[in-house]
């Protein structure tokens, strides 16, 4: 099973609002990341945890807090997001270590209005 | 940092061969990845190379990488409609963690 599952599909919110993403594996990765990808633009790494401990951060603002309850689980709490962070928000894992391959979830549609 | 360029669209009929290229800076890319993205979707890891490899074959994909020149290309064989979506190159650098996505290339196949 390489299944990254993401929740929800879709979220729209206000600029004002609180919400959280969540992502979830069951492969034993030790090591899961939190991408944002533009409409026809790359992924662009946010964060890494490896072993439940922030160890990337690709200088996200502070209104995007990441969390890792647990090796299984990665959330993503947005609080006074701009209409400009309407995205694609992927999450993904990979066992710990160098050069194993990420896997990816299908993704939260993200609309800040 | 590194910096991966693919071009942009690919346009083929169905069951001809579709080679899509890339090439990157970093030298010290260790494995080299290929990722599928359908509208809508997130990433498919589709196959990767290491880079003490020529080439790598996986049913329809066939890997080739060029070190010298920092060259990487995905050939499809016998391309399908259902091929039809944007391939992402992304090499790894120093770990797996980081990788640099290029900037996709667009395939369409035609009936």
């Known amino acids: 099973d390489t299944e990254v599952t993401q929740t929800p599909k879709h979220l729209v919110m206000g600029m004002t609002n609180k919400k959280s993403l969540k992502c979830e594996q069951h492969?034993?990765?030790?090591?899961m990341y939190w991408y944002k990808q533009k409409a026809k633009k790359p992924p662009e790494l946010m964060f890494v945890?490896?072993?439940?401990?922030?160890?990337i951060n690709e200088s996200v603002p502070s209104r995007f807090s990441p969390e890792c309850p647990n090796s299984s689980l990665l959330n993503l709490h947005l609080h006074a997001l701009q209409p400009e962070d309407s995205a694609l928000y992927l999450c993904?894992?990979?066992?710990?270590?160098?050069?194993?391959?990420?896997?990816f979830g299908p993704g939260t549609r993200l609309t800040v209005t | 940092g590194e910096d991966v360029e693919q071009s942009l669209f690919l346009s083929v009929r169905e069951g001809d061969s579709s080679v899509i290229n890339c090439t990157y800076t970093?030298?010290?890319?260790?494995?080299l990845y290929w990722y599928k993205q359908e509208p809508g979707a997130g990433l498919q890891l589709l196959t990767y190379?290491?880079?003490?490899?020529d080439m790598k074959q996986d049913q329809r994909l066939t890997v080739l990488l060029n070190k010298k020149d920092k060259h990487l290309s995905l050939r499809i064989a016998d391309t399908q409609t259902g091929d039809s979506a944007i391939y992402f190159c992304?090499?790894?650098?120093?770990?797996?963690?980081?990788?640099?996505f290029g900037s996709g290339t667009q395939l369409t196949v035609l009936p």
């Open positions: 993904a894992s990979s066992q710990e270590g160098q050069d194993y391959e990420q896997y």
């Open positions: 492969m034993g990765h030790r090591a």
């Open positions: 945890y490896s072993y439940e401990k922030l160890s």
């Open positions: 970093d030298s010290s890319s260790t494995y």
């Open positions: 190379i290491f880079s003490n490899m």
């Open positions: 992304a090499p790894a650098s120093g770990s797996a963690r980081q990788l640099t």
